[in-house]
C-alpha cells in the first residue's frame, strides 16, 4: 500500500465521509433486518428444552418492546460488524506499509471470530446456567 501521494485534507474527510456513510447504511440496514427476525430468534430461544419451563414476564408496559430492540442491536452488531471493521482498516490501509496491511486484515476476521465465538459461548454455556 505504500503510496507517496499527499492528499489534502479535504480529501481525507471526504474519504472519511464516504466510509462513514456505508458504515451508517449498513447498520440501518441490519438493523432492520434485525427487527424483522427478531421475533423468530425470540421464539427460537424460547422453545428450546432448557427455557420451555421458565415462564417470560414483562413487568412494564415498553419492557416486552426493549427486548425485541435489544435482540435487534446484538443482531445488528453481529451482522454489521465485518463491514465496520473493514471500512476502518480500508480507511486507515494507504497510509501503512504492505506488511503492516496485509498484518492487519487479518483483525477483521479475528475480530469477528471471536465475536461469534462469545455469542456462541453466551448461548450455549451462559443461558442454561442462568435457566438453571
Known amino acids: 500500500m505504500e503510496t507517496n501521494e499527499q ?7 471526504a474519504e472519511f465521509r464516504k466510509r462513514i456513510i456505508i458504515i451508517c447504511v449498513t447498520l440501518i440496514g441490519t438493523l432492520a433486518l434485525g427487527l424483522i427476525i427478531s421475533p423468530n430468534v425470540l421464539s427460537y ?3 428450546q428444552p432448557v ?3 421458565i415462564e417470560w414476564n414483562v413487568f412494564s408496559f ?6 425485541y430492540f435489544k435482540c435487534a442491536l446484538i443482531i ?10 473493514y471500512e476502518i482498516w480500508a480507511f486507515i490501509a494507504p497510509a501503512l506499509t504492505k506488511k503492516e496491511a ?10 469477528c471470530f471471536l465475536f461469534l465465538t462469545g455469542v456462541a459461548f453466551s448461548y450455549f454455556v451462559v443461558f442454561p446456567m442462568v435457566i438453571q
Open 45 to 47: 430461544i424460547k422453545m
Open 76 to 85: 445488528m452488531i453481529g451482522l454489521s460488524l465485518p463491514v465496520f471493521l
Open 62 to 67: 415498553t419492557e416486552g418492546l426493549v427486548i
Open 7 to 13: 492528499h489534502t485534507l479535504l480529501e481525507h474527510l
Open 102 to 111: 496485509r498484518e492487519t486484515l487479518m483483525y477483521v476476521p479475528t475480530a
Open 51 to 53: 427455557a420451555l419451563s
